[in-house]
């Protein structure tokens, strides 16, 4: 009996031993992948999942590339976060989702990543939000519009920018002020394009009914629109707005004027591309028929930028030799946002981080950063910031540069 109950102890010990030897190792696991600030000399990692490649929007992916290594250089100059350097983790997004997911998984579990920024197209986005379940990290988005985003409820993304439904409830009102009676949207097969076209249809039931809104859709990665706009050409609408991204959209504005349809509608931009390079594309696509051109956008030369952020808009401009537009002061913002949860926290674990972002109330390049967080079901108004107003603007000039843009709606 004594040597069964030897037996049963010694077990019960080793089993206490191997539990403690577990839980230890389980924290040291945490501390390593989550870096605690004392004592160490490891950098700050983030992750730059972004578009630098054709047929993804490589364009933005390049400016938002931008904006990580000017942070990172502007950061490190001042001796970093919390004494620790911070360093990039660089990936192309491309178009393929199981890919951008396997770049995430890479970039925390083998990087140890603290937060990320940079998902473009929401065909890409939304997957790797919803990735980070698995994979817990910091994301940032600003121009994915894909409502189910944020609508998804998602713990540890955060949304420094507009959604489809928020982005049509704007552009409608401008509609309204034009009066149109017939508009059309050609839009891309994706969860940004027939996301955004479907918020148009079912908004307008409820606040325009006697609007009357056509659609014809593309698949995203095509290069001839003739006969989508040929199509459209035959719907006789008052106004074309174009859901697409870059590169595509800058070949259908081209195309729209090759086959004269300027002479039977007038045309919208689904968002601000012509602005996101200074106008550079624009001008070099359309040249003089980029005149009179007009966008929807969520930044105007009478707003005002906040002084926390005039540093990095001198430096944004000595790199690209343009004036940053909004949604570029937007990823710098997360980036800020990231900074300040890291250095208040003192931890990178993605769960503190997360709790107090949720809370967060700084100033932002262009309005109050604050999160709303409606628990309804099915609402993207989660880890979602509000601070915006749209603006349509218009090329008066050959070659005028964004910044010289008429502010068309609201009337200044």
Same mark, same amino acid.
């Given at each position: #009996?004594?040597?069964?109950?030897?037996?049963?102890?010694?077990?019960?010990?080793?089993?206490?031993?191997?539990?403690? &030897?577990? =839980?230890?190792?389980? +924290?040291?696991?945490? !501390?390593?992948?989550?870096?605690?600030?004392?004592?160490?000399?490891? +950098?700050?990692?983030?992750?730059?999942?972004?578009?630098?490649?054709?047929?993804?929007?490589? +364009?933005?992916?390049? $400016?938002? !590339?931008?904006?990580?290594?000017?942070?990172?250089?502007?950061?490190?100059?001042?001796?970093?976060?919390?004494?620790?350097?911070?360093?990039?983790?660089?990936?192309?997004?491309? $178009?393929?989702?199981?890919?951008?997911v396997a770049s995430l998984q890479r970039? %925390?579990?083998?990087?140890?990543?603290?937060? !990320?920024?940079?998902?473009?197209?929401?065909?890409?986005? $939304?997957?790797?939000?919803?990735?980070?379940?698995?994979?817990? /990290? =910091?994301?940032?988005?600003?121009?994915?519009?894909?409502?189910?985003?944020?609508?998804?409820?998602?713990?540890?993304?955060?949304?420094?920018?507009?959604?489809?439904?928020?982005?049509?409830?704007?552009?409608?009102?401008?509609?309204?002020?034009?009066?149109?009676?017939?508009?059309?949207?050609?839009?891309?097969?994706?969860?940004?394009?027939?996301?955004?076209?479907?918020?148009?249809?079912?908004?307008?039931?409820?606040? $325009?009914?006697? @609007?009357? =809104?056509?659609?014809?859709?593309?698949?995203?990665?095509?290069?001839?629109?003739?006969?989508?706009? @040929?199509?459209?050409?035959?719907?006789?609408?008052?106004?074309?707005?174009?859901?697409?991204? !870059?590169?595509? &959209?800058?070949?259908?504005?081209?195309?729209?004027?090759?086959?004269?349809l300027d002479k039977q509608m007038e045309?919208?931009?689904?968002?601000?591309?012509?602005?996101?390079?200074?106008?550079?594309?624009?001008?070099?696509?359309?040249?003089?028929?980029? %005149?009179?051109g007009r966008y929807p956008t969520y930044?105007?030369?009478?707003?005002?930028?906040?002084?926390?952020?005039?540093?990095?808009?001198?430096?944004?401009?000595?790199?690209?030799?343009?004036?940053? %537009?909004?949604?570029?002061?937007?990823?710098?913002?997360?980036?800020?946002?990231?900074?300040?949860?890291?250095?208040?926290?003192?931890? /990178?674990?993605?769960?503190?981080?997360?709790?107090?972002?949720?809370?967060?109330? #700084?100033?932002?390049? /262009?309005?109050?950063?604050?999160?709303?967080?409606?628990?309804?079901?099915?609402?993207? #108004?989660?880890?979602?910031?509000?601070?915006?107003?749209?603006? %349509? #603007?218009?090329?008066?000039?050959?070659?005028?540069?964004?910044?010289?843009?008429?502010? &068309?709606?609201?009337?200044?």
């Amino acid at each position: #009996m004594k040597k069964v109950a030897v037996n049963a102890l010694t077990k019960s010990v080793a089993a206490i031993i191997s539990a403690l &030897i577990a =839980i230890s190792a389980a +924290t040291v696991g945490v !501390l390593l992948l989550y870096g605690g600030f004392q004592g160490t000399s490891e +950098t700050i990692k983030i992750g730059v999942l972004t578009p630098l490649s054709a047929p993804a929007d490589f +364009t933005s992916g390049k $400016l938002i !590339l931008s904006v990580a290594e000017i942070f990172r250089d502007y950061v490190n100059e001042k001796g970093g976060i919390k004494s620790r350097r911070v360093e990039l983790v660089v990936e192309d997004q491309t $178009l393929d989702p199981a890919k951008a997911v396997a770049s995430l998984q890479r970039m %925390v579990t083998e990087k140890r990543i603290v937060g !990320l920024i940079g998902p473009w197209e929401s065909l890409i986005a $939304l997957p790797v939000a919803r990735a980070t379940n698995d994979y817990p /990290t =910091i994301m940032f988005v600003t121009y994915s519009w894909a409502d189910a985003i944020t609508a998804d409820k998602p713990k540890y993304v955060f949304r420094v920018g507009v959604y489809n439904s928020l982005f049509a409830a704007h552009l409608l009102d401008y509609v309204k002020w034009r009066g149109y009676k017939h508009v059309a949207v050609l839009t891309e097969q994706s969860p940004y394009g027939l996301g955004f076209r479907d918020a148009m249809i079912s908004l307008a039931r409820e606040r $325009l009914p006697e @609007l009357q =809104i056509s659609s014809v859709e593309a698949p995203q990665d095509k290069v001839d629109f003739s006969a989508e706009l @040929l199509k459209i050409k035959d719907l006789k609408p008052q106004l074309l707005v174009v859901a697409f991204n !870059l590169p595509a &959209i800058a070949q259908i504005n081209k195309q729209f004027y090759e086959l004269g349809l300027d002479k039977q509608m007038e045309i919208i931009q689904g968002h601000d591309w012509p602005a996101w390079d200074g106008g550079k594309t624009w001008w070099e696509t359309l040249g003089e028929k980029g %005149v009179g051109g007009r966008y929807p956008t969520y930044y105007s030369p009478n707003m005002k930028i906040s002084p926390a952020c005039e540093d990095f808009r001198r430096l944004y401009k000595e790199k690209t030799g343009a004036e940053p %537009v909004h949604w570029i002061f937007w990823y710098w913002d997360s980036l800020r946002i990231l900074q300040k949860a890291i250095e208040d926290t003192g931890s /990178t674990d993605p769960n503190v981080l997360a709790s107090y972002i949720e809370k967060i109330d #700084m100033e932002g390049c /262009t309005g109050r950063i604050r999160f709303v967080n409606d628990p309804t079901p099915g609402s993207p #108004m989660w880890h979602q910031w509000m601070e915006m107003t749209q603006f %349509v #603007m218009e090329f008066t000039e050959l070659n005028q540069p964004v910044e010289k843009t008429k502010q &068309i709606y609201p009337p200044p």
